[in-house]
Structures are given as structure tokens and as C-alpha cells.
């Protein structure tokens, strides 16, 4: 039995469906990220989970029971909010242990827990000091460990890191897999960012429409996006998608034939009518002596590799191409690739093919 | 507030009339209140001599004691002191029981919303923009039903009951202004709907309440219609005191303690101004701009 | 308790709590305020009466010369003390938009009257209107003996006494809600206005006082609606008078429902009022609403 169970869960307003059948099962133990962009309906699916929601069908299972009507003080979870919500007027050490002084902890069992909290999270020199005195790394860490205090059953973070600038975030994201490494609880994580679902997940559910596209590790929707919204969606740049109409021998972008493999043209089938969908991630494209022939419209050198927007006929394509490039804005290059690295879907159905 | 950037720079000449109109108009307000202090030090025959701008050649402060404790106010003359303490014992419980309620509904309306409670605020709303006299009538019905209509209880029920939709109003605002995330936290760690209010909101009202309480006391202070309609012999306000010391149609008028009175009326409110005027700003923009 | 229970109370406990003062505003508005309107067809005279007369009572109303006196008063005043309020404060709020140092001692200067009674204000202005010892004495002293300003005893011009004294307590007001408005402005717009060449006058005229228009419309609800309710200031100034020269609505209901025993009579002008400010307020409330969804 998982940790946390989602069986069925839908969600309308009225006539708007927020959440269209969802089912989730997450082990003890594991970190699940909820992915996805605006509107997705990944916070309303936290909020079920938390219980400030509640579904208009389907059931929610923590640690085996049924808590789909309960009220959220009786789930045993804990939850970390963007804005944090610290309680302003309180201080750290009053904001760590007001879930215990609520649930009529006694003193010194509540004092043990914040020095425990406290020195896990290295936030003892703040105990005295209220939400306002503090920076925005500090406030983050103050609001895990109101969340450690608990020590729930299943931890919930809601896009935690969006408020702070580029460089905390990194520095705090590695501290949050620290984290979880060392207190081993089950959490659920929501966030847009698919850097950080890649980092910090063992599973990750991408999320589009009130639905699940993908769920499946890091690797998994990395390398076998199962439909065309996930392939775009995670990695950046995004993956090249062209347009392949059924041709003599296979398929053609533009006339320009597609590269497919022994392996492919099995998975492939029947020819398909409407044609498929070709995709490449930006690192498959190399430049080489031959191949698809292109010109250079922008070039955005990051350092350790170089982003260069090609216009080919087969339109403009992404590549990725490590260390610094010797060609100029508007010359000729030739791209190439393994035919085994595309992706293959279906252009009606948007699925993976394979 | 923000820095104003549309400002008249130029010629020296524009700055001096901008200062000229503003001085102006300073006098203009001011004014009134300069005659009402000089002419409450004078003694009649001065008043006479004099003319309204004129300084008192020899203030005395006869006026003010006659109009706290002597002046004649219709059949009694007994001063504005028991009117002065009938407000005093009105306006304490009306305040503080107003803003209490007010807090309540407002911390209701803003973070436990549910269906039917904007047509809730909406419909209480219409109560501040009613003109009164359309409940003055029934009303003293239904406070002689209680049996308290010609006491200071049924003058505070009124304004109780007047401020309920002001009073939410400033709260709900403000408290909509709370960030929700802040209830949720504190729903998750396990406070409900009172905890959540005494251990978190309320700490945070401070800003709000001091507009609301100075509000209250200035409205209710200053009440001249409830004053007058709902109150009997021994519980009528300052306001009506005034009011009837002025217009009494005795021979002799004697305008020094007409303006002594008029000041007793109005220090109180002014004082409370002078101390605290930014929160009472405050408290006028929120009510009209709707927030 | 079990959690079920518990969960069932803690979702009507906010409805539980406001209920309440939900009761008591609805019995006490529109409670009474359909009671007044059957009051006001009823013959009530000097005690209630609920014999239904029909529309008897409004007939009445607007047979009555007063009433009609009244109303008119409400109009002059109204306009008036609306307009030249409105003005003032705009001005003043421009005035003080300026950067001046003393901003804040002027600012508590101009606000002050909003403090202190309409009633303290009206028996202030009594006193300097007095025909006699007031400003007549004032300016005969300052050297012209032929100058009258016996307006507060004049039928015809009494009410203009009652719109300075009302436009001096409330011009303040006025301009604290245009002063916010002010600075509520984006400073970038006043720069690309300034780039672009605009004199200040033009700014003013072509880009700020366009953009104030919601401070317009909110101020306008507030000083109509205060203009309407004017009793307190009509009560100390006049009473009233002379005789019935400068009643208004608010006035003659207090005068014929508590003094001429005419209860019916009182409550038939008390509706006639209630239905001038809610065709104003009711849409306005309406659409402020809306918007906010």
C-alpha cells in the first residue's frame, strides 16, 4: 500500500473541469513532482491532496486511509507555500511549533522539536527573530521546518522556490534533495519549472488540461516523451518538431526525406495518412561537412556550449552544439544526426510511436 | 505615497501664487475656528464693540463656565455638562462594540467566503448610503417595544446597528488584503476559524482597528439626527445640548457661550484629529473609494 | 466530537457568526424600511395608524407648497455644494500636488472641518453669517458702511448660507480623495507627457483630470449622498428658516413626523428620499461590484 493514493479524482467549477480523472500512486518514501504550465490544474490536485480542496469525485488515500473528506488538520500532512506564510507577527521559533502548540503538544516536547528542526536546518541563530527580520533563503528554511516539526506522514510543497532570484533557487534546491535524502518522507511537489522536476524528482507527473500526459522518472520523460506536449515541454531549448507527410519510402519534411532507422520503420507500420511527427532535441544536431544543408539566422554562445538557430528547408532547427563555434551569422552549415535519436508521434494523436 | 512629479517649476513669480492661493485658502478654513475661540474669550459688550476679527482686550474664561454648567438649553439650565456625559456613556460602548462586530464580519466576508456571502456584504452595504430618515419612525417603535426608547441603551443600539456596515467594510478591506495562504498554513498546522482569528489576524489588525475606532467615535460623536430623535430627557447628547443652548429663544443672545459650547461639542473629535489625523485619512478614503 | 461533526461545524461556523449581524442589518433596513413605506400608506397622523389609505399620503406630499420648497432647496443646495466642492477640492488637491514642503500642516489645515459636528459648523457659521455683528459688522469696519450681508435671514438667499458652510466642512474631504487619486498616477505617463512637450497646464487638463475619473464618480456618490442626508447643517444654521425658506427633504420629514404629528406624512417624504439615493447608489454599488469579480 503507497503512501499516498489518487484514485479517480475529478474537479469541476460549474461547468469548468479543472481535473479530468487523475490517478497517482506514490510509494513511501518517494519524491512525486507535479508539473506543468499555468492552468493545469496542478495547485488544485495539492489542494485536494491537502484538503483545503475536495474533489467532486474520486478518493485520496494517505498512508492507507481514506481521508477524501477529512479535514486537513487530520491528515498528518505538512505543506510549503510560495509566499511561505509565515505568521508575521510571531517568531521563528513560535512559527516552527504553532502545528504542535495547535495540536496541544506539551511544552517541552514542542521545545524539543524546534531544536531538533532548528539545527537540521541550521536556522538556530533566527529563533528569535520574526518573519520580517529575515532574507528570503532563511524564510524558506523557516517554512520547512514548521513543515519538519510536524514530522508528517507526507510532505506537500506548492512552487516554493518561484519567489526567489536565480541563484538562491539553485542553492536551495540542492538543499531540499538534501533534505529529503536525510528525513526520507513522502512528498509531492508542484512546480513549472522542469529544471527543477528533472533535479529534485523520483517521478515525475507532467501535467496539461486537467490531466496526466506522462508520468514516469526523469529519464523515462526525458528520453520517451510519450506525447508531443511532453517532448516540448521538458528540456530546454525545446525539442525541434517537423512535420513528416507520407512520401515514396517513408516520409518527408518539406521534400527533404526523413532519416528513420531498421528499428523505426518497424514501429512505424502501415504508412499513416495524416503523417507523422519528427522530433530532435537540440543536442542531436551536430554541424559536419554533409547533411541537411542550412543557414545560421542567431547564435547565443552560454559558456560551456553554443544555441544556433539554423533556417534549413526543412524549417529553422535548434542545435545544440558544445563549446564555441567558429561560423558566423548568416553561413552555410550542414546538420546532422543518428536517426535513432528522433522521436517519432503520430500527427493526429500526438502519441509516441514506439 | 508616491512622489508627485507634476509640479510647477519656472519663474520664481508661479511659486508665489501657488503659495498666495494656498495661504488663502489656509485662512479660509482656519478662520471660523480662530472666531470661535476669540469670541468665546470675549464678554458681550466686547462683542459688540468689536467686530469678528477683532482680539478679546481682556479674555475671560466667564463664557466657557457658563456654557459647561449654567447655560439654559431649553426648560433646563443646567450647562452642556450632562449633555457632554451622556455622550461620553454613548459613545464608549457604541464604539467598542461596533468595532468589535465590525472586525468579526469583515475577517468572515474576506476569508471564509461562501456562497451568497457577497450578496450578503452587497445587501448590508446598502445600509450605509440609506438615508436614515427612512428608519427613523419604525425604529422608535421598536425601541419603545424594548422598552428603551428614551434612554442612552437605545441610542447605542442605533449606532450599533448604523456602524454594522461601515465597520465591515474598513475590515473586510483590509483583511482582504491578508495574504489566504497565511489561513491555509494555519489551517494545515491545525487552527480553526477562532484560533485562526485571535493567534493570526487579529495580532495583524492594529492599522485597521485604530481607523475604525476613530472613525466610529468621530461618526458617532458627531450624530446629530439619532441624537435628536431617539432620545429622551436625560440621555440626549452633546450634540442636541448644543443645539438647543443656541437656539434657544431667550431674550438676550449671548454668542460668546454659544461659540464656548460650540467648542466643548467639538474638542473631543478635533483632538482626537490633531493626534491622530493620518489614520483618519485613512479611514475617509477607504470608506469612499471602494476598495 | 468526532471528526465528522467537527468538520460540519467548522463549515458553518462562519456562517453561524455572521448570521447575527446579517439578521439585525436586514430587519433594521429593509425591515424597516418596508415598514416606513407602509406607514406611508397608511393615515398615520400623530400615532400610527395602519388603516390603508393608499397613495393618500403622497398626494398629499406634493400638494404641500413645503415640500416642494424643499426640494427645491435640495436641488440649489445640492448642485451647488456638489459643484463648487468638487471644484474646490480639485483645486486644492492640485495646489498641494505641487511639492510643498508644508504639505503636511496644509493638508491637516484643509481636513479639520471633517472632524468636528455639522452641528458645531453650523452654529460657527450662525455666528459669522449674523446679520449685524457678523461679517456686515466685519467689512463696515474695514472701512464700508454701506455693505449688507443679512443672507442668513433672507428667504431668497439663506440657502447659499447653508452651501458655504456645508462646502467649508467638506472641501477637504474632497481633495484628500483627489490627492490620492493624484498620487495613484503613474509617474512614467507625466514623463512621456513631459518629453513629448506638454506644458503643465496641458498635462493637467489633457492627461491627469481625465485619468482622475473613478475619484470623480466616488466622490460624487459620497457628496450626493451627504447633500441628501443634510439635516444636522440645515438644523443649526436655520432650522429651517426663515419660516420654511430653506427646508429641505431631510428637515421637513423631521418637522412633520416628530413635531406636526404627521407620521404618514413624514414617512411619505422619508420614502420619496430613500428612492432619489438608491436610483443613484444602486447602480453605481452595482457596477463597483461587478467590476471586482
Known sequence: MGALSIRNVTRHYGTVQILKGIDIEVDAGEFL?????????????LNIIAGLDTPTSGTVHIAGRDVTRALP???????????????????????????????????????????????????????????????????????????????????LFDEPLSNLDAKLRVEMRAEIKHLHHKAQVTTVYVTHDQVEAMTLGDHIAVMKGGMIEQLGSPDDIYSRPATRFVAEFIGSPAMNIVAGAPAANGYASHGVALDLSERQRSELGAPRGDGILYGLRPEALSFAGAGLPGT??????????????????????????????????????????????????????????? | ???????????????????????????????????????????????????????????????????????????????????????????????????????????????WRFPGSELMFALILFGMFMPFQVVLLPMSQVLGWFGIASSIWGLILVHIVAGLPSTALFFRNYYVGLPDELIRAAMLDGAGFW????????????????????????????????????????????????????????????YNVDMAAALIAGLPTLIVYVLAGKYFVRGLTAGAVKG | MNSTTAARLSAWMPRLVIAPSFVLAMLFIYGLIAWNGYLSLSASRLLPNYTFVGFDQYVTLFDSERWWVALRNLAIFGGLFIGVG???????????????????????????????????TGTAWKWILNPGLGIEKLVQDWGFPGFTFDWLVNPDRAIYTIVIAGVWQSAGFVMALFLAGLRGIDDSILKAAQIDGASLPRIYWRIIIPSLRPVFFSTLMVLSHLAIKSFD????????????????????????????????????????MLATVAAIVVPYLYSELRAKR
Open chain 1, 33 to 45: 513532482i507535479l508539473v506543468g504550465p499555468s492552468g493545469c490544474g496542478k495547485s488544485t490536485l
Open chain 1, 73 to 155: 488538520k487530520d491528515r498528518d500532512i505538512a505543506m510549503v507555500f510560495q509566499s511561505y506564510a509565515l505568521y508575521p507577527n510571531m517568531n521563528v521559533a513560535q512559527n516552527i511549533a504553532f502545528g504542535l502548540e495547535m495540536r496541544n503538544v506539551p511544552k517541552p516536547e514542542r521545545e524539543a522539536a524546534i531544536a531538533r528542526v532548528s539545527k537540521m536546518l541550521q536556522i538556530e541563530h533566527l529563533l528569535d527573530r520574526k518573519p520580517g527580520q529575515l532574507s528570503g533563503g532563511q524564510r524558506q528554511r523557516v517554512a520547512m521546518g514548521r513543515a519538519l516539526a510536524r514530522d508528517p506522514t507526507l510532505f
Open chain 1, 296 to 354: 545560421i539566422s542567431l547564435l547565443e554562445p552560454t559558456g560551456p556550449e553554443t544555441y544556433a538557430l539554423v533556417d534549413t528547408p526543412m524549417g529553422k532547427l535548434m542545435a545544440r552544439v558544445p563549446g564555441k563555434v567558429h561560423q558566423q551569422l548568416g553561413e552555410n552549415v550542414f546538420l546532422r544526426w543518428q536517426a535513432d535519436d528522433a522521436h517519432l508521434f503520430d500527427a493526429k494523436t500526438e502519441r509516441r510511436i514506439g
Open chain 2, 1 to 111: 505615497m508616491s512622489a508627485p512629479t507634476a509640479a510647477v517649476h519656472g519663474p520664481a513669480w508661479h511659486r508665489w501664487v501657488l503659495w498666495s492661493l494656498l495661504l488663502l485658502f489656509a485662512a479660509f478654513f482656519l478662520l471660523p475656528f480662530y472666531v470661535m475661540v476669540t469670541t468665546s474669550l470675549k464678554d458681550m459688550a466686547q462683542i459688540r464693540e468689536g467686530n469678528l476679527l477683532s482680539l478679546p482686550t481682556a479674555p475671560t474664561a466667564a463664557a466657557w463656565l457658563k456654557a459647561w454648567s449654567t447655560a439654559c438649553t431649553g426648560i433646563d439650565c443646567g450647562g452642556l455638562r450632562p449633555f457632554f456625559v451622556n455622550s461620553v456613556l454613548m459613545v464608549v460602548p457604541a464604539v467598542l462594540v461596533s468595532t468589535a462586530l465590525g472586525a468579526i464580519n469583515g475577517y468572515v466576508l474576506s476569508k
Open chain 2, 195 to 254: 484560533r485562526i482569528f485571535w493567534r493570526i489576524v487579529l495580532p495583524l489588525s492594529t492599522p485597521i482597528m485604530v481607523v475604525t475606532l476613530i472613525w466610529q467615535f468621530t461618526q458617532i460623536w458627531n450624530d446629530f439626527l439619532f441624537g435628536v430623535v431617539f432620545s429622551g430627557a436625560a440621555s440626549k447628547p452633546v450634540t442636541v445640548g448644543l443645539n438647543n443652548l443656541a437656539n434657544t429663544s431667550s431674550a438676550v443672545k449671548e
Open chain 3, 86 to 120: 468638487m471644484a474646490l477640492g480639485l483645486l486644492l488637491a492640485i495646489l498641494l500636488d505641487q511639492k510643498i514642503r508644508a504639505e503636511g500642516v496644509l493638508r491637516t489645515i484643509y481636513l479639520y472641518p471633517m472632524a468636528l459636528s455639522f452641528i458645531v
Open chain 3, 233 to 272: 447643517l440645515v438644523m443649526a444654521l436655520t432650522a429651517g428658516g426663515p419660516g420654511f425658506a430653506t427646508d429641505v427633504p431631510a428637515t421637513f420629514m423631521y418637522t412633520m413626523a416628530f413635531s406636526r404629528g404627521q407620521i404618514g406624512l413624514g414617512a411619505a417624504s422619508a420614502t420619496v
